[in-house]
């Protein structure tokens, strides 16, 4: 062997020694790259892999690597996320949805608009997230309380079989987002319009006088109920559901009203101790 030729081998063996061969994991699919780069950084160059803005890079960038290593690189995506009616965006590195949750510390339980299963394009995407939360509904004498991940109330009555007629009044709107803590009430239509004059007259001293205007006052006596004090066959008769103490203020002075109209004014056969403080 020549002197040209054992250094020439000697040469490619040193060579040899310096090349090295490092796995670089991009979103979880691998490459094999060779070359001499010393640090992770100039592996990813020389493999022509970019890091952008949120990309995790494991090593860090300047390590340095050895024959063997392996490089992990998870791209940033952008995520605009609403949660309970409420949107901001974040940038996230897992590939699907399940993931991208727990990486935003949303709660297993929440309700999402997307399987979790389903993937997490580079691109992006949109998150619609319900979190469970404590509702409460009250319906004439129905009062129920709903931990649910409904978008809107309407969901809500359905999911508790609360079925609505024509003419119903619902607070808050069908449509709106039922947050936690929500009261959704439910009113019976009011067919039968109160005269004017009968308005004029001063409820709430009759209120005040028979039940110190508290609307869920009970007397046993009767029974008589709310801030009328109506007996339950009187209530019926002007349309109420379930019993008056159940009802908000409103719905008790517009039946009173309405049994005032119904007796013709005369208010001695309803209210005989505290009836003319109607009229002032």
């Known amino acids: 062997m020549s002197l040209a030729t054992a250094v020439a081998l000697g040469t490619l063996v040193t060579v040899s020694s310096l090349v090295k061969e490092v796995?670089?994991?991009?979103?979880?699919?691998?490459?094999?790259?060779?070359?001499?780069?010393?640090t992770v950084d100039e592996v990813l160059h020389e493999a022509g892999i970019s890091v952008g803005v949120g990309d995790v890079v494991r090593p860090a960038a300047q390590e340095t690597v050895a024959d063997g290593s392996r490089i992990e690189v998870r791209r940033a995506r952008p995520i605009t996320l609403t949660v309970d009616g409420r949107t901001s965006r974040h940038l996230v590195t897992s590939t699907n949805v399940?993931?991208?949750?727990?990486?935003?510390?949303?709660?297993?339980?929440?309700?999402?608009?997307?399987?979790?299963?389903?993937?997490?394009?580079?691109?992006?995407?949109?998150?619609?997230?319900?979190?469970?939360?404590?509702?409460y509904v009250v319906a004439g004498a129905t009062r129920l309380t709903s931990r649910t991940t409904a978008r809107t109330v309407r969901e809500v009555l359905r999911q508790k079989r609360i079925a609505l007629r024509?003419?119903?009044?619902?607070?808050?709107?069908?449509?709106?987002f039922p947050e936690d803590g929500t009261v959704i009430t439910v009113t019976p239509p009011r067919i039968v319009q109160v005269r004017p004059d009968v308005l004029r007259l001063d409820w709430q001293a009759l209120a005040e006088c028979e039940?110190?205007?508290?609307?869920?006052?009970?007397?046993?006596d009767g029974p008589?109920?709310?801030?009328?004090?109506?007996?339950?066959?009187?209530?019926?008769v002007v349309g109420g559901l379930g019993v008056p103490s159940a009802w908000p203020v409103e719905e008790q002075t517009y039946r009173a009203q309405l049994l005032y109209q119904h007796v013709n004014g005369n208010w001695q056969s309803q209210w005989p101790s505290c009836g003319d403080r109607l009229f002032g």
């Open 23 to 38: 796995v670089v994991v991009v979103d979880g699919r691998p490459t094999a790259v060779r070359g001499f780069a010393g």
């Open 211 to 220: 039940a110190n205007a508290d609307p869920q006052a009970y007397n046993p």
């Open 98 to 135: 399940g993931d991208a949750l727990a990486e935003l510390d949303l709660t297993p339980a929440a309700h999402v608009s997307v399987p979790r299963d389903g993937a997490v394009p580079l691109s992006g995407m949109s998150l619609t997230v319900s979190t469970k939360r404590k509702v």
């Open 224 to 236: 008589y109920y709310g801030m009328f004090q109506f007996s339950l066959p009187m209530w019926q």
């Open 166 to 176: 024509r003419g119903y009044l619902v607070r808050p709107p069908l449509g709106s």
